[in-house]
């Protein structure tokens, strides 16, 4: 039989289809790795897009009306179609966006958003031909809340009143938007008037029909959150910081500041507008003008012939602990925790003064089981 013995020449063909093989099989190896990389990486993204999107919007709800914060929104929403604007954050960014889907049908009704937030992951880029980026959206359904200050009176004072002299103490709506409130409310058993009863008006002018639970329920406000977490953070501190003038004021009409007033016994040195929140004790003299809303911790004194528009609250600080003491005497002396109305004082409800003043305060707020997750991004 004849045997082929001369093989010469098969090495080469040999090792070359071995190469290949193995490049075959690095390649793959490689390819399946990189693909591997790029799906968690691409993962990674997605999941880090989401937490922007939820970020932004969360920031936009809470932020929204911070100045500097909104690069395109409305002095108010309700008079605007939608709104937007880009936030910044760590790895990337969210546009946000809320369009009104139904306006407010009455001054009670708030109007309805659906607010939409794209969050998209600058650390990744998804392609390395073009610049791609993950994105995730979110959106959720929100109401543009307007009602940031319950008002029951045009002063409501948790540890009495004594009125003395003449003047006003009005609950009718001087801005004619809401409904009446009384003209002043305090505890059950702890009113004096020493002036004219017909100095009151409202519905009713005067209310002491409550204990002091009930009113201080009634009025709900946090007045530990206030004073001891700075849930409503002031513009200007005293001391430390300066009172505005009456001058700076006048230049700017659409300036309401918020103002914190630690100095016990502090008298407002001049007219203005916004809202003061005093610590202890507060008075206000002379012809001095406020409008938009007093909170007072402790007493507050009224003398001469000044005029608040908005709503007044004294007697705070027993929100914090303490009972104040009801005993209608007529003597301040012997009722030292009254408020107290001296001279040609007048004190009107005037809710527009009391919307300026929380302007800045407003908010959406997002109606329960809205939220969506996964929407189209465009």
């Known amino acids: 039989m004849l045997r082929l013995r001369n093989r010469k020449g098969f090495a080469l063909p040999m090792s070359i289809l071995v190469i290949a093989v ?8 490689f390819s399946s790795t990189n693909a591997e990389y790029t799906t968690n990486s691409a993962q990674r993204s997605v999941n880090r897009a989401y937490n922007l999107a939820e970020t932004g919007l969360e920031q936009f709800m809470v932020l929204r009306s911070t100045t500097g914060f909104c690069d395109h929104c409305a002095a108010d929403p ?34 309805i958003y659906f607010i939409r937030s ?58 004619g938007q809401m409904p009446n409130v009384a003209g002043a409310q305090t505890i059950k058993g702890d009113f004096t008037n020493n002036g004219n009863a017909s100095d009151f008006y409202g519905n009713p002018p005067v209310d002491t029909t409550q204990t002091f639970a009930q009113l201080a329920a009634q009025n709900n406000i946090d007045w530990n959150a206030i004073v001891n977490q700075n849930s409503m953070a002031p513009d200007i501190t005293i001391p430390s910081g300066t009172f505005p003038s009456a001058a700076t004021f006048s230049a700017d009409t659409n300036y309401w500041p918020v103002i914190r007033v630690k100095t016990n016994g502090y008298v407002l040195p001049n007219a203005g507008r916004g809202i ?15 409008s938009g809303i007093l909170l007072v911790g402790g007493k507050l004194t009224s003398d001469g012939n000044n005029t608040t528009f908005g709503a007044t609250l004294s007697g705070l600080n027993f929100l914090l602990g ?18 107290a109305a001296n001279g040609q004082k007048t004190y009107v409800y005037d809710s527009c003064s009391v919307s300026q003043a929380t302007q800045r305060m407003r908010k959406y707020v997002a109606i329960p089981n809205s939220w969506m ?6």
């Not at 605007?80 to 009455?106: I, M």
Request: net charge negative; hydrophobic share 40%; glycine share 8%.
């Open 22 to 29: 193995l490049t075959a099989a690095l390649a793959a190896a």
């Open 78 to 111: 309700v008079t605007a179609d939608s709104e937007w604007t880009r936030v910044s954050l760590p790895g990337g960014y969210a546009d946000v966006v809320a369009v009104k889907v139904r306006p407010a049908p009455d001054a009670l009704s708030p109007a």
């Open 118 to 175: 794209k969050g998209v992951d600058t650390t990744i880029k998804l392609s390395s031909a073009m610049s791609v980026n993950a994105e995730h959206s979110v959106g959720v359904y929100a109401k543009w809340s307007t009602m940031t200050m319950k008002v029951s009176a045009a002063w409501v004072s948790l540890s009495g009143l004594q009125k003395n002299g003449t003047g006003t103490i009005d609950g009718r709506d001087a801005c």
């Open 276 to 290: 003061i929140i005093a610590d202890s004790d507060f008075e206000v003299h002379g012809s001095n003008m406020w």
């Open 322 to 339: 303490g009972t104040p003491a009801v005993s209608v005497s007529g003597n301040p002396n012997l009722d030292p925790d009254d408020a």
């Open 373 to 378: 997750d996964n929407l189209a991004s465009w």
